[in-house]
């Protein structure tokens, strides 16, 4: 799947926030769970925010607590309210109104 120039811009930031390379950073761009978050942005029909978590997977308690479940970061894209950030997590807020798309290029 070719990225569009929209996702390398992106990625280039994902990349200098985690520290990863970009072949790394991508990868949120390549899964198919976070494409509609990120079309909806981009398009201006979906949220104008986006969080990006690079993170373990854990669950919450029933005290609101967070329990590490340990192993490998991932990515997690979200709206803010769906997952909680553990750790370092980066946001983009689209500025056009809504139903105009992103314009990377200036």
Not at 24 to 39: H, I, S
């Amino acid at each position: 799947m070719a990225m569009s120039a929209r996702s390398k811009w992106m990625a280039s930031i994902v990349a200098d926030v985690f520290n990863l390379g970009e072949y790394d950073a991508l990868e949120v761009f390549r899964n198919p769970q976070f494409q509609p978050l990120f079309d909806g942005f981009f398009q201006g029909t979906g949220d104008a925010r986006i969080f990006i978590y690079y993170q373990t997977q854990y669950k919450v308690n029933e005290s609101g607590e967070i329990q590490d479940y340990g192993g490998h970061k991932e990515f997690f894209v979200t709206d803010g309210e769906k997952v909680k950030l553990k750790g370092k997590g980066l946001y983009f807020v689209r500025t056009t109104k809504p139903g105009k798309a992103v314009n990377v290029n200036g």
